[in-house]
Nanobody, 132 residues
Framework: VQLVESGGGAVQPGGSLRLSCAAS????????MSWLRQAPGKGLEWVASIYGDGSPTYYADSVKGRFTISRDNTKNMVYLQMDSLKPEDTALYYCATNLPFHSSTTTVGDWGLPWVEAPNYWGQGTQVTVSS
């Protein structure tokens, strides 16, 4: 199983970035996908999730109205469009999912979908820095 994130970078406040995640090694359409982030000195935080068929989508309050999660099941790709970026969005962003029979000791903070298992597998991350 591989999740490979890309698209991070440095941007000024108010700017935009689009993150991409290439997934392989599992039945992509059968899994909800999420984006998580970890700011310097803080724990892992849930950002957004999308169901296997692309709907519905869910967002943390801190990003609602500014970020958009989407997926292309023909390409096994997940995206996170980030607009109106703020300095507090600075973090390492991870593409994530939940894999049966895989365990993680890392807790996903403020998990927004309590009716399903939280993500337990993620990639290496892509850095987003928002600064003037």
């Amino acid at each position: 199983v591989q999740l490979v994130e890309s698209g991070g970078g440095a941007v000024q406040p108010g700017g935009s970035l689009r993150l991409s995640c290439a997934a392989s090694g599992f039945t992509f359409t059968a899994h909800y996908m999420s984006w998580l982030r970890q700011a310097p000195g803080k724990g892992l935080e849930w950002v957004a999730s999308i169901y296997g068929d692309g709907s519905p989508t869910y967002y943390a309050d801190s990003v609602k109205g500014r970020f958009t999660i989407s997926r292309d099941n023909t390409k096994n790709m997940v995206y996170l469009q980030m607009d109106s970026l703020k300095p507090e969005d600075t973090a390492l962003y991870y593409c994530a999912t939940n894999l049966p029979f895989h365990s993680s000791t890392t807790t996903v903070g403020d998990w927004g979908l309590p009716w399903v298992e939280a993500p337990n597998y993620w990639g290496q991350g892509t850095q987003v820095t928002v600064s003037s």
